[in-house]
Every structure is written in C-alpha cells, then in structure tokens.
C-alpha cells in the first residue's frame, strides 16, 4: 500500500499570506489528523476528520482551518501568515480515529519570512 | 494536557541500555510511542493498552502503569539504528486523538 502523501513538501511565504497544505491518506484509511512540529515543542494536535466531519480540534486559532474530501484526501490552510507559523506540518492518517496509530506522512515543512 | 517525557536528551554507546519514561496527569485509554529520526516522519513503535501486558519488539519493549499513568520505553543493547527522537502519545479514551510529548532525543555513539 502506499504511505501517506503530502504536498507541497517545501514553502516560503511572507507573512500576511495564506497557505493550502495538502494531504492523501493511506487507502482504505478514513480519519485524517493534522500536527504542528516546532523544535522542542514536539507534536501539536491541529485537527481530526472522519467522513468529512472534523470531530476534533487543537488549541490554534481560527486562522488554521482544514477540509476533508469524500475520497478522505485533507487540506488544511492557514490565513494570514505570521512569523511563528513556521513549522514542519504532519498529516497522519488511521483507519477510523485519530486515537489509532497514526501513520505520518513526510510532511510540510513551512517557512513564513 | 500534554504528557511529560523524561529525559529530555540521552546519549548512549552502542550496547548501553536506556529508559525514556512518559507521565499523564490524566487517566489513560492506552499509550503509543513512536520514533522519528532527523528529517522523516514518526514511525510507529508499538501500542500499550489498558489491562494490557507488556509489548516487545526485538530489544526494545514497553510497560504501561495504569494506577500512575506512566509508561516506559525500554531499549536494551542499543545499536545505531537507535538514534532519533521519541515520542509517547496519550489516549485519553475520547476526543479522537492522541497527545504527544516533546519528545526524548536518543543518540547512540559508536
């Protein structure tokens, strides 16, 4: 089966911008979670969807929004980009819940200048 | 809230044992831990749930302590291949997702 996978793998964008991540699970997989990575700061929880439906969601602000398609593939998208959005952008996906394991894709990684 | 991971940074010699350890302030469902290594993705390790025993896989196993919420990760005989960040992930049994830990950096030294 193919991984999960993510695009675009690489982004610079100046702050006041907005971005569209992409993400397609593994098949058959049809919960969708999304991760903010900063150094020391390990793995923040962004969002959760299941059958288009986010069931979850972190503690970000409403700039970070997400979508999921009926084919399960995910974006997420983040508004007006500031400098601390800067950060490598994991999509993970399970069969059923985010509470399963995760299987992560290579990630996003996003640079705001 | 977030798990607390200790240590936050190991250095080992290949062969030498290690433990990571990974405390909830909440009850647990079950604990998952994963390693990423420079520049990848986390992989799965290995799940421990609730009432469940011990997990192992090769030399590299796991306890979870329900009465306390702990769980440790233990890596015996540590080869190279060993080095990265490990993450525990908590399950508190709702909200569809896991919680992460900062992690603990492993590296093993020839």
């Known amino acids: 089966k193919a991984g999960v996978t993510q695009t675009p793998r690489y982004l610079i964008k100046t702050r006041g911008q907005q971005v569209t991540l992409s993400c397609s699970p593994i098949s058959g997989h049809r919960s969708v979670s999304w991760y903010q990575q900063t150094p020391g700061q390990g793995l923040q929880f962004l969002f959760e969807?299941?059958?288009?439906?986010?069931?979850n969601k972190g503690n970000f602000p409403g700039r970070f929004s997400g979508r999921q398609f009926s084919n399960s593939r995910s974006e997420m998208n983040v508004s007006t980009l500031e400098l601390g959005d800067s950060a490598l952008y994991l999509c993970a996906s399970s069969p059923m819940s985010g509470r399963e394991t995760q299987y992560f894709g290579p990630g996003t990684r996003l640079l705001v200048l | 809230q977030q798990p607390v991971q200790s240590p936050q940074a190991v250095i080992l010699r290949e062969g030498e044992d290690a433990v990571i350890n990974c405390s909830s302030s909440k009850a647990l469902y079950s604990v998952h831990w994963y390693r990423q290594k420079h520049g990848e993705a986390p992989v799965f390790l290995m799940i421990?749930?609730?009432?469940?025993e011990q997990k192992g896989h090769e030399k590299i196993s796991a306890s979870f302590n329900e009465k306390k919420q702990q769980s440790s990760l233990y890596l015996t005989a540590s080869q190279l291949s060993y080095s990265g960040t490990y993450f525990c992930?908590?399950?508190?049994?709702?909200?569809?997702?896991?919680?992460f830990g900062k992690g603990t950096l492993l590296t093993v030294n020839p």
């Open positions: 421990l749930l609730k009432g469940g």
């Open positions: 992930g908590t399950d508190g049994g709702s909200n569809y997702k896991l919680t």
């Open positions: 969807y299941f059958s288009e439906t986010q069931r």
